[in-house]
């Protein structure tokens, strides 16, 4: 495969990946901030929402205020913003369009489309909270069908496999930054651990990976921080886990590396965050920082993204 067509695979699946992401942040936060002014107390929930998306820094060059308006316009249609809904779908159409011999036409035809409807019918943005759920669905519905078919209907070869890997390794980003927004900056140092708002947040970040019915399925228990960090981080059949995603990307560059006749440092340096995780248990994670361990390895993750692109996609 020309390492270009490998490079429009992989982006196309992160900007999927990263825009069905963005829209759970959304709605997550939308949900919190629909409780009364008791429960989430004095947190600005739009705040930990850019901070979660990584846009914090650019999003205050362009506003004053992250309130409701501004973080969702930001978020989901500005053209200043990269890793906005709409410049993610955008990019996403062209990379499909650019690699379209390589997938299949129910692939084709849900990224078209979804890119059709954008300017359609989002062109304005959204102008009630009832027309900003329904865009809200629309991207997840758009990622769901995007993934589903490309399981579905994909050959197992380096065109599934590459795209796959972009899938896991935007994914696993997401999941370590919205679980370090919550434990390093989201719960107010005088707010009570255990408490309504603590209790509120940590359904609302569960929700934005699927994950709150998965929670009560394997620990049958109230919401409680070290049980959800072991779920988000540790355990690996939950689709969303750091654990999972590793296991899933190793597995792919392991097929590459097969099929292609030679290992390198993407897969060693793959498998070596798969290791740590799995001889990691949530004590030691807790006695080193849940922060400092999630920020080594946002950076790691962020290294395997730059020796796959050096091995494989330059």
Not at 43 to 52: I, P, Q, R, V
């Amino acid at each position: 495969m020309l390492s270009r067509t490998a490079e429009n695979l992989y982006w196309l699946a992160r900007y999927v990946e990263r825009a069905e992401y963005l829209a759970r942040t959304i709605d997550a936060t939308l949900r919190v901030t629909a409780l009364p002014a008791a429960y989430i107390g004095k947190t600005n929930e739009w705040d930990s929402a850019l901070l979660t998306a990584g846009v914090a820094a650019s999003f205050y060059q362009a506003y004053e205020e992250a309130n409701e308006h501004n973080v969702v316009e930001y978020l989901s249609f500005s053209a200043n913003n990269p890793s906005s809904i709409r410049n993610c779908i955008e990019a996403a159409r062209l990379n499909s369009r650019s690699v379209r011999t390589a997938l299949t036409s129910e692939m084709w035809d849900t990224i078209n489309s979804a890119w059709i409807e954008l300017q359609a019918v989002w062109s304005k943005g959204t102008s009630t909270r009832e027309d900003l759920a329904k865009f809200l669905r629309f991207v997840q519905e758009t990622s769901l069908r995007f993934d589903g078919s490309a399981y579905r209907t994909m050959l197992r070869n380096d065109a599934y496999w590459f795209s796959r890997m972009g899938v896991h390794l935007e994914r696993a980003d997401n999941t370590a930054r919205i679980l370090d927004v919550k434990y390093h900056v989201l719960l107010p140092e005088e707010e009570h651990v255990g408490g309504p708002l603590d209790f509120y947040q940590w359904s609302s970040i569960l929700r934005s990976v699927s994950a709150l019915t998965a929670y009560h399925w394997v620990y049958r228990e109230t919401l409680k921080p070290w049980l959800i960090a072991d779920l988000l981080i540790l355990n690996d059949t939950l689709p969303r886990s750091l654990a999972s995603c590793y296991g899933n990307l190793v597995r792919n560059l392991d097929q590459i590396g097969v099929a292609y006749g030679r290992q390198g440092p993407a897969q060693r340096h793959a498998r070596g965050i798969r290791n740590r995780l799995e001889h990691s248990n949530m004590n030691d994670i807790f006695q080193h920082g849940v922060h400092e361990f999630i920020q080594e390895f946002i950076a790691d993750n962020s290294r395997l993204g730059e020796i796959i692109t050096k091995q494989y996609l330059i």
